[in-house]
């Protein structure tokens, strides 16, 4: 299976990232770039995005790239800093590279930002991923 297929094969079966209105934007080995828009009920009380919502995005992320390069891969330690607050009708973009990696083990970063200013990150998260022996 391609990179293309695994990521596609992943996004039809992951029904959260459906709810949360995740688009694909661009994939390769090891990377992936995603869309969403925050909703109204993605807010808190403050009214703005809950903080899980950039986290789930990220966590997507690190999962359709980690899983890209032909190994099943399983998060094993993830973390982000919020950086600025989220409001409603954003449009964020999370974009997922490979760090380094073992044979074992990935290190992943994703930076979030609202579409059209990348320069701004509004959340920076880090993953590690167990790359099992099975293939996809």
């Not at 899983?67 to 399983?74: A, Q, R």
Request: proline share 2%; hydrophobic share 35%; aromatic share 8%.
């Amino acid at each position: 299976m391609n990179s293309v297929d695994i990521v596609n094969t992943m996004m039809k079966n992951d029904y959260f990232s459906q709810w949360l209105g995740i688009t694909i934007l661009d994939q390769s080995p090891g990377s992936c770039k995603l869309v969403m828009t925050v909703r109204k009920e993605m807010l808190n009380g403050f009214g703005i995005a809950h903080g899980g919502i950039t986290y789930s995005l990220a966590d997507s992320a690190l999962a359709f790239a980690s899983n890209s390069k032909g190994k099943k891969s399983l998060s094993i330690e993830t973390s982000i800093s919020h950086i600025l607050s989220i409001k409603e009708h954003d449009e964020l973009i999370a974009e997922a590279s490979c760090e380094t990696e073992t044979e074992k083990l990935g290190h992943y970063k994703v930076k979030v930002y609202v579409k059209n200013t990348p320069e701004k990150p509004v959340a920076l998260f880090k993953g590690i991923v167990y790359k099992t022996s099975k293939d996809w």
